[in-house]
């Protein structure tokens, strides 16, 4: 399982001109699954976000984890396992299929409490920021 992880002040994912997940200080996770991954890896992945410390604590080092008042905006991104190693067109062989793949996100989803896109869906993904701070995770 692989997540890049945004730490963001706000962010949305619009499916068909409808808003379907927004959240405001917290984290972006886009989220893609192999074929190797499994329940217990979906839940790995879900702790350590929760624990994560990268917010800011009053000395404004990134000390803090998500808490209580940030939120998680959670979209499925099966590209995150393309492969342009050869030519200039990704290979998504690594990517699961989305009968693995979708149970495997809606566990992380309702392990974090996220809001969430649409899974399989062509979305349009706004945010905000905050820092930056991006991370890449992997189980």
């Given at each position: 399982?692989?997540?890049?992880?945004?730490?963001?002040?706000?962010?949305?994912?619009?499916?068909?001109?409808?808003v379907?997940?927004?959240?405001?200080?917290?984290?972006?996770?886009?989220?893609?699954?192999?074929?190797?991954?499994?329940?217990?890896?979906?839940?790995r992945?879900?702790?350590?976000?929760?624990?994560?410390?990268?917010f800011?604590?009053?000395?404004?080092?990134?000390?803090?984890?998500?808490?209580?008042?940030?939120?998680?905006?959670?979209?499925?991104?099966?590209?995150?396992?393309?492969d342009?190693?050869?030519g200039?067109?990704?290979?998504?062989?690594?990517?699961?299929?989305?009968?693995?793949?979708?149970p495997?996100?809606?566990?992380?989803?309702?392990?974090?409490?996220?809001e969430?896109?649409?899974?399989?869906?062509?979305?349009?993904?706004?945010?905000?920021n905050?820092?930056?701070?991006?991370?890449?995770?992997?189980?």
């Amino acid at each position: 399982m692989r997540a890049v992880v945004q730490r963001v002040s706000s962010a949305s994912v619009t499916v068909d001109g409808v808003v379907t997940g927004a959240i405001g200080p917290g984290l972006l996770v886009l989220l893609g699954v192999t074929h190797e991954d499994t329940e217990a890896a979906a839940d790995r992945l879900a702790e350590k976000l929760l624990k994560l410390r990268i917010f800011p604590d009053p000395d404004g080092r990134m000390n803090e984890p998500l808490g209580p008042d940030r939120q998680v905006l959670c979209v499925s991104q099966f590209t995150l396992y393309g492969d342009a190693r050869k030519g200039t067109r990704p290979s998504y062989v690594a990517a699961a299929r989305p009968e693995h793949a979708e149970p495997l996100y809606d566990r992380v989803c309702a392990a974090l409490a996220a809001e969430r896109g649409v899974f399989g869906a062509d979305m349009q993904v706004a945010l905000v920021n905050d820092g930056p701070v991006t991370l890449v995770l992997e189980t």
